[in-house]
């Protein structure tokens, strides 16, 4: 794309601020909570979204709506709008989620979640950052070609989800089961995690393992514990053994932070509800977050090992569960969506990209694991999920720069 071209493009993003935060100002209105976090999904968040594209002249859209009959309207939804481009011979794709997370606690907010806030270059609003952010960022790149009647150089996918974070099941995962939308030679860019000089792009991911451990032991009188065998002590036993299974799975890997395996005790339930009661029953939970060079096979294979361990030691039994056992290759660093997304960064920002692994999970895994090559990648300040989340205009119209020249490749 020639200089002028650039230029139009850029000229037109930044020119587009208050229509950006109108954007954002809609989005946030609506509480696109999952059912599982007490809501109604994000049926009307969507239907408004599409409403306000069609006034921009963004038409051309797919609904591919995945059946729940606990969220409003009976669907969640998914979307793509699409601008054709000079060439189909691959498709460039951006994805951004639908969905929210709670409030949290509502006292530690200085300003209404559900109401954007705009002060100082940033705008205030559950949402606003993660995943709007993105959202806005890839509509206005979309919109900078067709507003000034540039076409692409490849043909152009908004794709909105829903769904992402409470696991993507009527998300990216519906639509990879139910659907054949990719192709392996596609460039995916999920503008969903970065850092705030936008310069580090996510290949890849550790392996996430959940488990919720239940210890059956024998309950007792608190002066007895010969009588009985003690659940919590056991469960406190197998935390412990579990923690340390890094000795074990002891390999580091600079491309994540931190570069080793984690395997760490968290949520517990309550078991007696008395301090002379030695419990008979004990449930924890472990987050484990292992190097990708370890299979999920080999890590249960020496969780059960400790468990009979503990089984054996404190004449308890021992069963689990796994709420969440994902892995997935990386993204090659040479991979063509990494060499383009790198390209742009340096065109229109002068900065040079570099490759990271993260220890938490985005859609890129799924798509990974199908064999799709994604990258993660955005200019923020990693306020997701936190009180006060707020987003910096600025970055907004800095990512859509970089996408915009992006669809420019």
């Known amino acids: 794309m020639n200089e002028t071209d650039t230029a139009k493009l850029f000229d037109f993003i930044n020119s587009s601020e208050r229509d950006m935060v109108a954007l954002e100002k809609l989005l946030t209105s609506f509480p696109s909570l999952a059912p599982e976090n ?3 999904g994000e049926a009307e968040k969507c239907d408004a979204l599409i409403k306000w594209l069609a006034g921009y002249g963004l038409t051309n859209v797919e609904r591919y709506d995945a059946p729940d009959c606990r969220a409003k309207g009976g669907i969640r939804p998914n979307a793509v709008v699409t601008i054709p481009g000079k060439s189909d011979e691959y498709a460039v794709w951006t994805m951004a989620h639908l969905d929210v997370v709670p409030v949290g606690e509502r006292s530690l907010w200085h300003t209404d979640p559900w109401t954007v806030v705009e002060k100082d270059g940033r705008l205030y609003g559950r949402g606003v950052e993660d995943n709007q952010q993105g959202l806005v960022s890839s509509v206005f790149a979309a919109l900078a070609y067709v507003k000034n009647g540039i076409v692409p150089a490849h043909t152009v996918k908004l794709l909105f989800m829903a769904d992402e974070e409470v696991g993507s099941v009527y998300g990216i995962k519906y639509l990879l089961k139910s659907q054949k939308l990719f192709r392996k030679q596609d460039i995916i860019v999920i503008p969903d995690g970065g850092d705030s ?5 996510e290949v890849a ?5 959940w488990l919720r451990i239940h210890v059956a032991g024998k309950q007792t009188h608190g002066s007895r514990p010969d009588s009985g065998h003690n659940a919590c002590l056991a469960a406190d036993a197998l935390a412990l053994s579990l923690h340390d299974m890094i000795s074990v799975f002891n390999k580091h890997d600079p491309l994540f932070q931190p570069d080793y395996s984690t ?25 484990c977050r292992i190097l990708p060079c370890y299979t999920l096979k080999e890590v249960l294979a020496e969780v059960r090992s400790r468990c009979d361990e503990v089984e054996k030691k404190y004449g308890v039994k021992i069963d689990y569960t796994t709420p969440q056992a994902e892995e997935s290759p990386a993204t090659p660093t040479d991979a063509p969506v990494v060499v383009k997304l790198s390209a742009a960064i340096k065109k229109s920002h002068g ?5 990271i692994g993260i220890g938490g999970g985005t859609v890129g ?6 064999g799709y090559n994604a990258a993660v990648w955005s200019t923020l300040d990693d306020m997701a999920h936190q009180p006060d989340e707020y987003c910096k205009i600025s970055n907004i119209k800095a990512d859509a720069e970089t996408l915009a020249v992006l669809f420019s490749e």
Not at 197 to 201: A, C, D, F, K, Y
Not at 351 to 355: D, I, N
């Open 365 to 370: 895994a799924d798509l990974r694991v199908q």
């Open 197 to 201: 000089r936008g310069e580090t792009i």
């Open 351 to 355: 900065v040079t990209a570099k490759t």
């Open 205 to 209: 991911e550790k392996n996430i393992l």
């Open 38 to 40: 007490g809501g109604d």
């Open 263 to 287: 395997f760490e005790p968290t949520m517990r339930a309550a078991n007696v509800e008395s301090i002379n009661i030695i419990p008979g029953e004990d449930t924890f939970c472990m987050d």
